[in-house]
C-alpha cells in the first residue's frame, strides 16, 4: 500500500523567506501527487497537483512543487512566504486504477513571522 | 457556484446517540468520500461510493455508516459503536473515480460531551 511521510510537523518562516515543505511517498509505481492547503476549521483547497510529465509542477498562490523520482519526493516551495500563508499543508497520494483512494500525510503547520 | 456543502458545521452529541453529517454536491461527480481529521493524524478514509447504491469500507470504517441513494448526497452516520467520535469531519467528492483530484467540503466537527 502506498505512504506518504511529511517528516516536519511545524515550520516556521519569516515574511519574504523562501519555503519548501518536504513530503515522501512510498509505492513502486509511479504514483500521481497532490498538495492541499488548510486553514483552521475549513476544508482543504488543491494547491498543485502531479500526473505525469514535466517533474516541475506549478501551482496556485505562487507555489511549486517537484517531483523526483529518484527520491521518491515531491517537496513544495514557495520563494517568497505571505503571512496569508499560515496555514496547514498536506501532501497526498493516489495510484490510478487502483481502489480510488488518496493517502494522506500527517501535515505540516506553517507559522509566519512578521 | 458548483462545490460541496457540509453541515451542520459544529455539531454536539451524548454518549450514545447516534447522528448524521450531511454531504451534498452539485459538481455532478461520481466519487464521494468520508474523511476524518485528528490533530497530527491527518486525513483517515472511512468509507467512499464510486457510484449511487454502492459504496466500500475505508481504513476506519468501524462504529460508521453511510447511504448513496442519489449522486448528489452521501450522508455518514456515526453510530454509538464509535468509540471516540470526537473529530473534524470531511467530505469531498472527484469527478471521476479511479482519478482525479478531491475537492472538499468545509468539514463538520463533532462533539461527544
Known amino acids: 500500500a502506498q505512504s506518504v511521510t511529511q517528516p516536519d510537523i511545524h515550520i516556521t518562516v519569516s515574511e519574504g523567506a523562501s519555503l519548501e515543505l518536504r513530503c515522501n511517498y512510498s509505492?513502486?509505481?509511479?504514483?500521481?501527487l497532490f498538495w492541499y492547503v488548510q486553514s483552521p476549521g475549513q476544508g482543504l483547497q488543491l494547491l498543485l497537483k502531479?500526473?505525469?510529465?514535466?517533474?516541475l509542477v506549478q501551482g496556485i498562490k505562487g507555489f511549486e512543487a517537484e517531483f523526483k523520482r529518484s527520491q521518491s519526493s515531491f517537496n513544495l516551495r514557495k520563494p517568497s512566504v505571505h503571512w496569508s500563508d499560515a496555514a496547514e499543508y498536506f501532501c497526498?497520494?493516489?495510484?490510478?486504477?487502483?481502489?480510488?483512494?488518496?493517502?494522506f500525510g500527517t501535515g505540516t503547520r506553517l507559522q509566519v513571522t512578521l | 457556484d458548483g462545490g460541496i456543502t457540509q453541515s451542520p458545521k459544529y455539531l454536539f452529541r451524548k454518549e450514545g446517540q447516534n447522528v448524521t453529517l450531511s454531504c451534498e454536491q452539485n459538481?455532478?461527480?461520481?466519487?464521494m468520500y468520508w474523511y476524518r481529521q485528528d490533530p497530527g493524524q491527518g486525513l483517515r478514509l472511512i468509507y467512499y461510493?464510486?457510484?449511487?447504491?454502492?459504496?466500500q469500507k475505508g481504513d476506519i470504517a468501524e462504529g460508521y455508516s453511510v447511504s448513496r441513494e442519489k449522486k448528489e448526497s452521501f450522508p455518514l452516520t456515526v453510530t454509538s459503536a464509535q468509540k471516540n467520535p470526537t473529530a473534524f469531519y470531511l467530505c469531498?467528492?472527484?469527478?471521476?473515480?479511479?482519478?482525479?483530484?478531491?475537492?472538499f467540503g468545509e468539514g463538520s466537527r463533532l462533539t461527544v460531551l
Open positions: 502531479y500526473f505525469s510529465g514535466d517533474t
Open positions: 509505492y513502486g509505481a509511479t504514483p500521481y
Open positions: 461510493s464510486q457510484i449511487v447504491n454502492d459504496f
Open positions: 469531498a467528492s472527484r469527478l471521476v473515480p479511479n482519478t482525479g483530484e478531491l475537492f
Open positions: 497526498a497520494v493516489g495510484v490510478t486504477g487502483t481502489a480510488s483512494k488518496l493517502t
Open positions: 459538481l455532478n461527480h461520481d466519487a
